[in-house]
């Protein structure tokens, strides 16, 4: 009998400690499995995309008839910083983006252009409806199945600084998959508005929007789809690519498990792209220009850099040098993919004859994010991805047309991302869907100088469940309501956000708190539910520790 208790006791201790090493593992035995789940998708070698192509000469037409074609550029968590236009760029300048800088002083900048959201799919939901989230419900950015406990698990494991994760398990087992969180159907896209113009429309790269039936491009008015499938720049072993991972930071961790190095055109089967994704796209953009250079076409390139998992070519990781950290060295050689996409893009249309009247935009979904841990990606502003402080959401905006733009056209017009729909719709000669309210403005008068934009005093707005922010004039209300906190900025003698005015200017509280109540009065309810509240640190990146007194936000997601 003591021979079979001590066998027992053996046992039990055993069972103890594998319990024991599977709790403080647990972060590391779910990403097994998420990557063990993503190995299981089937993605074929690369192969060539037929383009659709236009006629083989241009159709007869009066010069002034004729729409421009329209190629929008969107980067991915591009800092304000990243960027050489304002003066600053990586690294203090030292990787400089020339051709960006010369697309935007060969056209107009707006130098107080805001993304619709400090996270990536409800501002390109704004960007293709020029509604905000108040009337279509898009409010939250979709996330994997499993995303939402594993980051909230991993930030509580790694980051015991920050303050508490919250995670919905309840919430999250409910909702739709992945696929199915998409921009409903009957929303009307800027796809919609330029194909029913006779445009030929064409989306590659990033999508976001949902890709279940009803969601995908090809339901919102692309005729053509090249989709990012999922997210890596390059497969992890390639030999030409340099990896940045990121270990202090839980949605990197599980990115590198759950990526795979995929692509579909029109919906079909997966299978990898060409090269390094920027350059691929970019490859395949130029194609799309060549295919349709005798018809309108509006081509809408949305790129994934410079978007972790952090990856670049080594050609590029070469040419920007050794600056700071090897994250930051790899974040720089991804903006100048970037700017070498932006280069080819204005020479191919260039050699075709299309540059004069081919109408080029360009913007980033959000501001720069603090969990790269690089710190000056979004200077001089504070805050990053995911807040509604101004570097969350400043962003760059520029407008190239030589037909109709003046080169080194400035508008400091505070506008914001709901205000591109209805912009190129204007400069297609495309009247707005009927029966559905446009937020957005047009901005070609501010652009052409032709003359005042149409509300040009209009608020803008921003929200994201709890939190909701209002920019009227120069002054600037935040209100997160699970914090009980507001922040009242003048952003004319403040506008890196630094003295909170909430006490000392009570009238403009009222005042702007007003507008958000009348804002939201109506609000349609989100389409999809939070199901993550996480702490992000306005001040310092995710690299540094959080200390007691720290500014900080809480994010629903």
Known sequence: MRRWSKIALGIGVTAAV?????????????????????????????????????????????????????????????????????????????????????????????STAYAGNATCAPSRAQLMTGRYSTRTGFEYTPTPNGFGRLVAMATDQIRGDLPRSGYNAEVDAAAPSFADQGLPSEEVTIAEVLKARGYHTVHIGKWHLGNGKGFHPNDQGFDES???????????????????????????????????FATSYNRGPWFAPGRYLADYWTDESLKVIEANRNRPFFLYLAHWGVHTPLQATRADYEAVGAIGS??????????????????????????????????????????????????????P????????????????????????????????????????????????GSSLPGGVAIDGRNLLPAATGSGAVERADAPLFWNSGYYKVVRAGDWKLQVNEKQGKSWLYDLASDPTEKVNLIGKRPDKRVELAALLASHHRGRKAPLYPSVLDGSIMIDKTLAERFEPGDEFIYWPN
């Open 18 to 110: 594998i319990a024991g090493l599977a709790y403080f593992n647990r972060t590391s035995l779910a990403l097994a499995l998420v990557h063990y789940r993503a190995g299981q998708a089937e993605v074929g070698p690369n192969r060539p995309i037929a383009w659709q192509r236009g006629p083989a000469e241009a159709a007869e037409a009066q010069e002034s008839a004729t729409p421009p074609n329209i190629v929008f550029i969107l980067f991915d968590d591009l800092g304000i910083n990243d960027i050489s236009t304002f003066g600053g760029g990586v690294a203090g300048g030292r990787v400089p983006t020339p051709n960006i800088d010369r697309l935007a002083a060969e056209g107009a900048i707006f």
């Open 226 to 260: 090249l989709m990012m499938e999922s997210g890596l720049h390059l497969p992890e072993d390639h030999p030409d690519v340099v990896n940045a991972k990121v270990d202090f930071d839980p949605i990197d961790r599980f990115l590198w498990a759950s990526m795979r």
């Open 326 to 379: 090897e994250r930051h060295r790899v974040h720089a050689a991804m903006v100048r993919s970037l700017d070498r996409s932006v280069g080819r893009i204005m020479a191919k249309l260039e050699e075709e004859g299309l540059a004069d009247n081919t109408l080029i935009v360009i913007s980033s979904d959000n501001g720069g994010a603090g969990y790269i841990g690089v710190p000056d990606v979004n200077a």
């Open 381 to 428: 502003y504070r805050g990053f991805k995911i807040s509604f402080f101004e570097g969350g959401i400043r962003v760059p905006l520029f407008l190239r047309w030589p037909a109709r733009i003046r080169p080194g056209t400035k508008a400091a017009l505070p506008v914001g991302h709901v205000d591109v729909m209805p912009t190129l719709a204007a400069a297609s």
